[in-house]
């Protein structure tokens, strides 16, 4: 990895790679974080060369350590800062948001800074630099509110979050831009990611695996019959990287997810199971302002239009992400 600070870089210091068939300069945001980490490595892997912007505020440096990437920290809310990042590049992948359903509700301001000022200043950029592809990530059940499963692109959304409506906002610039300037714009909405590189990550199975760990109770809110559609990080980043290749009309989006629907007290069960703590405790508190009742997705339309499915299972995905927090993050205590 090549670590550039934000002061006195240039586009000129990205280097010159060599061009193969379908070799792209892509450039990720928040490429620093959960998703971030796996995608860059995925994209480096495949031959693809990678810049990453990212302002550290919730990704770290460490997560790409040992990666053939360039990491340049910086805010995708500066448009100069936009406008050197994407200097030599061909494709975006826009991940860098405030991800979190809660701290939306609690500060609507910062999560609307963040995810729909932040929004528009990537296209508005990538308008400029006249790059191609552009894929942006987007949200299912947060962005559709509350309704009956499984959701697809048809359903109408109703956020009943600031998370939720700001992903809203993003989709609608995307496809606006798409048609106003011919942006070739694409918007996967996300299930519930998971898996390794979510440490920082202020989901239900971090948050489980911590309690565990820590010998604390597993804290679910409500009764826990909420549902949730959890999705493998590696499988949403083989959706992000067949979206980058793909030649569906700018403006499309689509939902990626395992097409499952998991209680979270099931999921605080398989949490349990695959820490070989089938017993630990459990307590129940008031259901949060915000929150989306029953959620999951179908992805059939992504499976016609970019050959996406779903390959590992929710069992598998979390004994992995169990043994990866106990090799990765607990036992460096």
Same mark, same amino acid.
């Given at each position: 990895m090549v670590a550039v600070p934000a002061s006195g870089w240039a586009p000129a210091n990205f280097p010159t790679w060599s061009r193969m068939a379908e070799t792209r300069r892509v450039l990720v945001t928040g490429g620093a974080g959960f998703v971030g980490a796996t995608l860059v490595r995925r994209l480096v892997e495949s031959g693809h060369a990678v810049r990453v912007l990212d302002n550290l505020t919730t990704g770290d440096a460490s997560h790409l350590e040992g990666v053939d990437a360039e990491l340049v920290e910086g805010d995708v809310r500066d448009a100069k800062t936009m406008d050197e990042a994407l200097g030599g590049i061909e494709s975006v992948v826009h991940l860098?948001?405030?991800?979190?359903?809660?701290?939306?509700?609690?500060?609507?301001?910062?999560?609307?800074?963040?995810?729909?000022?932040?929004?528009?200043?990537?296209?508005? &950029?990538?308008?400029? +630099? $006249?790059? !191609?592809?552009?894929?942006?990530?987007?949200?299912?059940?947060? =962005?559709?509110?509350? #309704?009956?499963?499984?959701?697809?692109?048809?359903?109408?959304?109703?956020?009943?979050?600031?998370?939720? &409506?700001?992903?809203? +906002? $993003?989709? !609608?610039?995307?496809?606006?831009?798409?048609?106003?300037?011919? =942006?070739?714009?694409? #918007?996967?909405?996300?299930?519930?990611?998971?898996?390794?590189?979510?440490?920082?990550?202020?989901?239900?199975?971090?948050?489980?695996?911590?309690?565990?760990?820590?010998?604390?109770?597993?804290?679910?809110?409500?009764?826990?019959?909420?549902?949730?559609?959890?999705?493998?990080?590696?499988?949403?980043?083989?959706?992000l990287e067949l979206a980058l290749g793909s030649e569906v009309p700018g403006g499309t989006v689509l939902h990626i997810a395992s097409g499952v629907e998991t209680t979270v007290q099931l999921l605080a069960d398989l949490c349990r199971s695959a820490a070989g703590v089938p017993d630990h405790p459990i307590e129940y508190r008031p259901k949060r302002v915000g929150e989306v009742e029953r959620n999951f997705a179908s992805y059939d339309l992504a499976k016609e239009l970019l050959g996406f499915e779903p390959s590992i299972s929710r069992e598998e995905g979390i004994r992995e992400t169990w043994q990866w927090f106990q090799e990765s993050v607990f036992a460096e205590r």
């Open positions: 860098a948001a405030a991800g979190s359903v809660v701290m939306s509700v609690a500060d609507p301001a910062t999560n609307f800074n963040v995810n729909v000022f932040g929004t528009f200043q990537v296209l508005d &950029a990538v308008r400029r +630099a $006249g790059v !191609g592809r552009t894929v942006l990530a987007s949200t299912g059940g947060a =962005l559709i509110g509350d #309704a009956i499963p499984p959701v697809n692109e048809r359903s109408l959304p109703k956020p009943i979050s600031p998370y939720g &409506a700001s992903k809203l +906002a $993003g989709e !609608g610039y995307a496809h606006a831009f798409a048609k106003a300037y011919g =942006l070739r714009t694409i #918007a996967l909405r996300f299930a519930n990611a998971y898996g390794p590189w979510s440490a920082r990550k202020r989901g239900a199975v971090t948050t489980f695996f911590r309690a565990i760990n820590g010998g604390e109770p597993i804290v679910i809110y409500g009764d826990g019959s909420a549902s949730r559609d959890y999705t493998h990080v590696d499988d949403i980043c083989r959706a």
